[in-house]
């Protein structure tokens, strides 16, 4: 599965757009990004993932660049509850095994 | 419905002795996967069942981990001979089957060895 490379840390204000970014330059045709978070003390959260349309759902919404190198994760409307470590992984629908979380992004929503 | 559930949420053990985790997953799902997570760090794999296939052990650390899964629902993850290093959080996830490949993750037990 390709790397992922994602900022150690970011902050957001309350009520505003966070946009956290991820590199995937070496994904392949066949992998997917996914992005899970997790909250403090809690396991992982499934939060949306894309093959190479744009996504969008109740939590948040997922822009794939159109070379897919990168892709950015949007929560529009940032809360204090969204304080959590965010992951970008990408990985192949037929490996059917793990998924390599890497140390994702500390974001912290400050009021 | 009910997420994914595991059982102890905190264990304190001492050095040597042996731990049973326990995972309860969603309903129907046939993946079922066991990561753990030391302070601060990211996720570990350590094995992943798949209906009734042969689970992929790839990940566990030593002979002293190991894994089952009964009747392809409730999994347990003993730890045999405790050390000090095997202290981190043991997180289970489940999902419909590999190829949906969403996983939705339990809690968490918070392993202590002394």
């Known amino acids: 599965d390709a790397k992922t490379t994602q900022p150690t840390s970011m902050d957001c204000a309350e009520g505003r757009a966070a946009n956290l970014p991820c590199n995937h330059s070496?994904?392949?045709?066949?992998?997917?990004v996914y992005w899970y978070r997790q909250i403090h003390s809690q396991g992982p959260q499934y939060i949306i993932h894309?093959?190479?349309n744009n996504e969008t759902n109740e939590m948040a919404s997922l822009i794939i660049t159109e070379d897919r190198k990168s892709s950015t994760l949007i929560l529009p409307h940032a809360t204090l509850r969204d304080t959590a470590v965010y992951y970008c992984?990408?990985?192949?629908?037929?490996?059917?095994?793990?998924?390599?979380f890497g140390t994702g992004t500390s974001l912290t929503v400050i009021p | 419905g009910a997420g994914v559930s595991q059982s102890p949420s905190n264990k304190v053990t001492e050095k040597g002795k042996d731990v049973e985790l326990r995972c309860d997953p969603i309903?129907?799902?046939?993946?079922l996967y066991w990561y753990r997570q030391s302070l601060g760090q990211g996720l570990e794999f350590l094995i992943y069942?798949?209906?009734?296939?042969?689970?992929?052990k790839s990940g566990l650390p030593s002979d002293r981990f190991s894994a089952e899964r009964t009747g392809g629902s409730v999994s347990t993850l003993t730890i045999q001979r405790t050390q000090q290093e095997d202290s981190a959080v043991y997180l289970c996830?489940?999902?419909?089957?590999?190829?949906?490949?969403?996983?939705?993750f339990g809690p968490g037990t918070r392993l202590t060895v002394l």
């Open positions: 996830a489940s999902g419909r089957d590999s190829h949906t490949d969403t996983q939705y």
């Open positions: 070496t994904i392949s045709g066949n992998e997917y």
């Open positions: 894309g093959l190479k």
């Open positions: 992984i990408v990985r192949a629908t037929n490996t059917g095994n793990q998924f390599y």
């Open positions: 309903s129907g799902h046939t993946a």
């Open positions: 069942f798949q209906g009734n296939s042969a689970p992929d």
